[in-house]
């Protein structure tokens, strides 16, 4: 039988994603350790993700654990930086820092054939740091270089004030950092953050093909953690007004966007229709966004929206870098889209497109084995597992253009966002 290859094969949306559920182990100490068995990949990564402390108002040196993390891999008491670096190199193995407002930790890649040599200097990088003076005052210059650049750039500044606008005052999460806070640091914060405020709550992830024997060899390497005392804290946004932040930069050759509002949980019976609406209007590069501002009006290069996560809540926002003196005009723009979605039903086309589009999307997301793990992360901090994925790949496939109209409507109402514009007026 001949193929004819002038029709394409036919499409449909897959109704199941068939993913690794994690294997569950408990240390000694308590430690939860999460294991996906992926056969045929030589490849092992192990991330140790931890919580930050938080506290409700202002943290007395809000980067100490900032400098803490990037300080880690400048030397322990029997390796100096460049042994450490030389160690990992030669064992074929890297190692990362695993830095944000909630969680922080590092990460291992590195080959079955070197795991157990690994280990143990891994181990060695959360209780055996030094901080060693030298490379801690050259890292404090650089911060602080890069505190000056980012006061100067229109997107940087945009993004501070849209997290200021986002927390509740003296939120850390809204905090705007200076160089005084860089300033502010010494060796010995960071020796006494280490060993009394970084091992909280630590939770372990591992991706690869492992033995028994090799699995009970990292769990008797963490077993005994010295365990800080201290207890995760979420802290509450605390209620948010709708605001409108204009900071002009006169010599500024464009203008940065930011419109947001907190949103609801991916646990959210509304989130699987708030992640679609989103998609269509500003989530990929044919998105009506795109089309309106780029394409047809010539405002910017690119324009996008998204959901994030902070805090255990969604917040959505859509980002632009805009012509000098079109912020404003840009976001009107971006309001008329929206009020086309609360009135105007989706087009048959155009909702064809999108739930392509977006399984493909889903889909894509598990192409490797640490893409999986990655993905389990993202709905495991937030209380959920791998059947969120399932849920939403089935609401993909059954949606329709009057979810999209309720949802909006529901969810994004103009008196309600925050907005800021920063650059030339």
Same mark, same amino acid.
């Given at each position: ?156 500044? $945009?993004?501070?004030l849209i997290r200021g606008s986002l927390f509740v005052k003296d939120h850390p999460f809204g905090y705007q950092v200076t160089e005084k806070d860089v300033d502010a640091i010494n060796q010995d914060d960071l020796s006494n953050y ?6 909280? $709550? ?38 948010? @007004?709708?605001?409108? @932040? ?5 010599? $500024? ?14 646990? @959210? ?128 496939? @059954? ?27």
């Open positions: 039988m001949s193929i004819d290859r002038s029709q394409a094969p036919p499409y449909s949306i897959p109704e199941k994603i068939h993913l690794n559920h994690p294997e569950v182990r408990v240390l000694a100490n308590g430690i939860p350790l999460y294991y996906i068995p992926f056969p045929n990949i030589d490849a092992v990564k192990i991330e140790i993700i931890l919580t930050l402390k938080n506290t409700e108002k202002k943290p007395y040196k809000p980067l100490l654990p900032f400098f803490m993390l990037h300080m880690l891999l400048e030397g322990t008491n029997t390796m100096n930086s460049e042994k450490l670096d030389d160690f990992f190199d030669f064992h074929a193995s890297e190692v990362d820092i695993i830095s944000g407002y909630e969680k922080q930790g590092l990460s291992l890649l590195t080959t079955k054939k070197h795991l157990l040599e690994v280990l143990p200097v891994f181990r060695s990088l959360f209780t055996d740091a030094t901080f060693p003076e030298k490379e801690l005052n050259k890292r404090k210059s650089q911060k602080k270089l890069s505190i000056s650049i980012k006061n100067e750039q229109t997107s940087a500044r $945009a993004n501070q280490y060993h009394k405020e970084f091992l909280i $709550a630590p939770q372990i992830f591992i991706t690869g093909q492992l033995s028994n024997e090799e699995m009970d060899q990292i769990e008797s390497s963490f077993n005994d953690f010295p365990l800080s005392t201290e207890l995760p804290i979420l802290l509450p946004t605390g209620e948010i @007004h709708p605001s409108k @932040h204009l900071e002009n930069k006169a010599e $500024a050759l464009q203008s940065s966007i930011r419109i947001a509002k907190w949103m609801v949980p991916k646990s @959210h019976p509304d989130y699987p229709a708030l992640s679609v609406l989103n998609t269509l209007l500003g989530g990929y590069f044919g998105s009506r966004l795109i089309k309106n501002i780029r394409e047809e009006k010539g405002y910017t290069y690119g324009i996008n929206s998204f959901l994030g996560e902070l805090n255990g809540n969604e917040y959505w926002m859509t980002v632009a870098d805009v012509k000098g003196g079109y912020g404003e005009a840009v976001i009107q723009e971006v309001y008329k889209e929206i009020e086309r979605l609360k009135t105007e039903p989706v087009p048959a086309g155009e909702l064809e497109i999108i739930k392509n589009y977006l399984a493909g999307s889903l889909l894509s997301n598990f192409s490797s084995p640490f893409d999986q793990m990655n993905h389990f992360q993202q709905v495991h901090f937030q209380g959920l597992n791998f059947d969120y994925y399932t849920r939403h790949l089935e609401y993909i496939t @059954h949606f329709d253009g009057q979810d999209i109209m309720t949802i909006a409507n529901k969810y994004f109402d103009q008196k309600e966002m925050l907005e800021v514009i920063v650059g030339a007026g």
